[in-house]
């Protein structure tokens, strides 16, 4: 979206970033409020898939206005993009909010949840990878004019509508084929207040007072930062850096690969290493090897831009990037879901959506941060010229451009690293947690106190307890 805003349609990155940034923090205040809501929600249809149904049709939408502006002036595509981006952004919470809240309650397993955020992943890459591949090679193909296909101008309306309806189809098709897991899903119990201003920030008070919570939530905050920077970064590095075109580009979906490798890989790297030491192992070796092309380049050893072994060479480092990314990612998200269970034994409430989205409006916000940061760094210290599209760049440029991103940008990983080893909950602390939680279950249901999310917490835990056994319930 920046390089498409700067570099295709004229505004400054600066000014494109900023753009961004605004729309984030704005779109960011309502995730916190989107998670409270739909711990709340009664329905037949439980607390997270009626949100999902509803988000579904605006967000495409939004998608797709948000790449097809009409003819305007620069400011008023500069207004078009933050108007667009915040209702795209806002549209995707109420369906990623409730829907990322759903992973932690589909398992109270510690590997299990991780076993089923693999799937997740896994089908997120063979997914993406179709779509990069197909965009690159028949929508974003070079011409002629454009032998760098993703600066045609002529592309984007094509892109925009083949981007609305697979994410169309994307949220449609999880909503309805979870539906079946909605009876095992918990409630909001009987004595629960529903969602107001005093309940929502006496929710978020409880929340920030789990140590782990809080450690997990200042990570975010500094790697958002770096993360925002790195990819607003990638595009102009793949363009500017090593010249690649869309025919180049579509071989970076074989990137997948890695992503793939991790889906297989993680549980058994788990089953020997709490997830804390794969998060911070995978970001280390994901810092070395990020900058080892652009090493390469500078020491006079890499491929020359245009040919064969500079793409295979791009490739085999986005496949070992995809594999870090992913076990990052995956083990990550099941560090969340397993605070969820520390708090429901300190205050007795679930809140899987809240947790999950205090932790992606701290990643907006922040990552709007480096949205602004890769925005101000091109114009003033690589020295684009947000007013004209540039075709290349200086010598002196590129060398900018390239220890930028190589060097100084993943170098600030060390500080949310550093956050991310005070982690406390290992797998046996989880064990114990699990173990106090599923006989409070067990004891509500025999004293009599039967409400349908006292039952259904006490039928998931005997039904993780038989699969345990290897067996499976009648």
């Not at 992943?121 to 990069?132: D, E, L, N, Q, T």
């Not at 107001?196 to 939530?217: K, P, W």
């Not at 701290?362 to 004209?388: I, M, N, W």
């Not at 991103?405 to 990983?413: E, H, I, R, S, T």
């Amino acid at each position: 979206m920046l390089l498409y805003y700067n570099q295709v349609l004229g505004i400054g990155a600066s000014a494109a970033s900023f753009a961004l940034l605004v729309a984030l923090v704005i779109d960011a205040v309502s995730d916190p409020l989107v998670g409270s809501f739909s711990d709340t929600v009664r329905h037949r249809l439980g607390r997270r898939h009626p949100l999902m149904y509803a988000a579904a049709v605006p967000l495409a939408l939004c998608i797709y206005l948000l790449f097809a502006p009409p003819a305007l002036s620069p400011s008023g595509l500069l207004w078009w993009l933050v108007g667009f981006a915040v209702a795209t952004r806002i549209s995707f919470t109420f369906f990623s909010v409730p829907w990322n809240a759903m992973f932690a309650e589909l398992s109270d397993d510690y590997k299990e949840r991780s076993e089923l955020i693999s799937y997740r992943f896994a089908v997120a890459w063979v997914v993406g990878v179709i779509f990069s591949y197909c965009m690159y090679a028949y929508v974003f193909d070079a011409t002629d004019l454009y032998p760098l296909g993703q600066l045609n101008p002529e592309r984007y309306e094509t892109f925009a509508l083949v981007l609305a309806l697979s994410v169309l189809t994307g949220a449609l098709v999880s909503t309805h084929m979870t539906r079946d897991q909605i009876r095992y899903m918990r409630q909001p119990a009987a004595s629960h207040r529903g969602f107001s201003a005093g309940a929502f920030i006496e929710e978020i008070r409880l929340a920030l007072s789990n140590r782990d919570f809080r450690v997990l939530l200042f990570a975010v905050l500094a790697w958002a930062v770096v993360a925002g920077t790195n990819q607003a970064l990638q595009i102009y590095m793949n363009t500017y850096f090593w010249a690649l075109g869309g025919e180049a580009l579509k071989w970076l979906s074989l990137s997948a690969v890695g992503g793939l490798l991790a889906f297989m890989t993680v549980l058994p790297l788990q089953a020997r290493f709490d997830k804390k030491y794969l998060v911070v192992g995978s970001s280390v070796a994901l810092v070395i090897i990020t900058a080892i092309p652009v090493t390469l380049r500078f020491l006079g050893l890499a491929p020359e831009n245009g040919s064969p072994g500079l793409v295979v060479m791009i490739v085999f480092t986005s496949l070992f990037v995809a594999y870090a990314v992913t076990v990052v990612l995956i083990m990550f998200t099941s560090m969340v879901a397993d605070t969820v269970d520390t708090q429901e034994l300190a205050t007795g409430l679930r809140q899987e959506a809240l947790f999950n989205s205090v932790i992606t409006f701290s990643s907006k916000v922040t990552s709007g941060g480096g949205l602004l940061v890769a925005g101000l760094l091109l114009d003033f210290v690589v020295g684009l010229d947000g007013s004209q599209r540039i075709d290349r760049l200086s010598s002196t440029q590129l060398v900018r451009l390239g220890v930028i991103d190589a060097y100084v940008v993943p170098l600030c990983n060390v500080v949310w690293l550093w956050l991310a080893l005070k982690y406390t909950i290992t797998r046996e602390q989880h064990a114990k947690i699990r173990a106090k939680l599923d006989a409070g279950y067990a004891e509500s249901v025999e004293e009599g106190g039967g409400s349908y999310v006292v039952e259904a917490q006490a039928d998931r835990a005997g039904s993780a307890a038989t699969r345990a056994r290897g067996t499976e319930p009648d």
